[in-house]
């Protein structure tokens, strides 16, 4: 784990509230903005920060999931660098857990309930398309789901093209 916490720092107008995750190349925190309510912020890594190609790749990456409205694909509200060198990307919270945390915690899902998030993935995957893009990283930790509706929707467009 990396040892920056901003919880409690403002970023680009989003106060980060708390720490809910991490990946390879960012961090991952609920944050609020004044405008847009609650949202997942993501920061680049500090030593990401100091690669100027990696700190590209990651903004060049942000705006695949920018490109694409579905209500099957975690909105993005905005991305860029802020005035402290911090590259961030602001999306939609999303309810729910990643699916493959629902998986491990439950257990196998029905065919029934597999067809349904297969089929609300594939429309959005089709969104995906239409707008130019390849998810290239479709796998359940990159997938949110609320059981509470039985919605699922992508989440990461890091390793899209």
Known sequence: MSSEDLTGSVVAGYGLLERVGEGGTAVVYRAHHP?????AFKILRPKMRAD???AQRFLREASYGARIQHPGVVRTFEYGEAA???QYLALEWADGELLAKFIRRTGPV???LAAII??????ALS???AAGIIHRDLKPENIIYDPRD???RLLDFGHAR
């Open 84 to 86: 402290d060198g911090v």
């Open 150 to 152: 039985q919605r699922a």
């Open 35 to 39: 405008d847009r309510g609650y949202c």
């Open 118 to 123: 297969l089929q609300q993935i594939a429309e």
């Open 52 to 54: 100027r190609v990696a």
């Open 127 to 129: 969104a995906a398309h």
């Open 110 to 112: 029905t065919p029934a």
